[in-house]
């Protein structure tokens, strides 16, 4: 069992607290579903990231099994790493897909539990999942590699037991986009970013991920996610919103920037 590195921190332990917060967060959100097969969400605490959060997953359709990708921030671990472990939160526990982990062994994705221990990327996800679904299961993969050799290869396994075992799931890349850096120039250089993911076009990503020098900490999720989808069928990105923690504590001197968009 996984249990909560980051509740108390990144959002309330107390499930009674967490779920007025997570009333909040989704209040006056629109609530069109949209036939997604993956999506890019922020992970910072809910007070900063949260609401932009809330803007994908009030329009998630319910699936099988939830295929969460984020960075490994710890450096913890196998290189790229699956949990075979269910996962607790203050919301209760959600089981791990084992058929679907099964379906990746001999791929470059290793069945590994220490690279999850302290990770807050994947876990800021599940309260939002087990808001809105029930009966669902997680499929938990840590990116400590994220060059686009790598992400690609994680990608095209990912649809390929997608396809095999005719899994109807959601694949969703954990990740913020610029770090302390002032407002206007993480806006610039985050629509650049995020120009090139509504297009669905990993090599431009990675070009201006370089060309930029982008902070943006889950940019190999991302670009896995957008392989995935794509084997899938997806064949573009929608930004459905884009705000920076400036936007919430009116300091734009060094803000994060914070996107959510899906792929359908």
Request: proline share 5%; hydrophobic share 40%.
């Amino acid at each position: 069992m996984r249990s909560p590195a980051v509740a108390g921190q990144f959002y309330p332990r107390d499930p009674d607290d967490l779920k007025l917060q997570l009333d909040e967060l989704f209040k006056g959100v629109a609530s069109e579903e949209l036939p997604a097969l993956g999506a890019v969400v922020p992970h910072a605490g809910y007070v900063y990231s949260g609401a932009v959060a809330a803007e994908v997953y009030a329009r998630l359709p319910k699936r099988e099994t939830y295929v969460i990708l984020g960075p490994n921030h710890h450096g913890l671990g196998a290189p790229v790493a699956l949990s075979g472990d269910s996962w607790r939160t203050p919301l209760g526990v959600v089981e791990t897909d084992l058929e679907m982990a099964d379906a990746l062994a001999g791929t470059i994705i290793d069945q590994e539990e220490s690279a999850h221990l302290q990770e807050h990327s994947i876990e800021i996800q599940l309260p939002f999942l087990q808001y809105r679904f029930a009966g669902f299961k997680i499929l938990a993969i840590a990116m400590g590699l994220q060059d686009e050799e790598t992400a690609v290869e994680v990608g095209e396994a990912l649809g390929k037991a997608a396809r095999d075992l005719k899994r109807n799931c959601t694949f969703i890349a954990s990740s913020d986009f610029t770090h302390y850096e002032p407002q206007e120039l993480a806006k610039k250089v985050d629509a650049n970013l995020i120009e090139a993911i509504l297009r669905m076009d990993v090599p431009e990503l990675y070009s201006r991920v370089y060309r930029y020098q982008a902070t943006a900490c889950g940019y190999g999720p991302i670009a896995a996610v957008i392989t995935a989808t794509r084997a899938l069928g997806a064949t573009s990105g929608k930004l459905l919103r884009y705000a920076t923690s400036g936007d919430v504590t009116g300091d734009y001197n060094q803000v994060v920037g914070y996107g959510v968009i899906a792929f359908t």
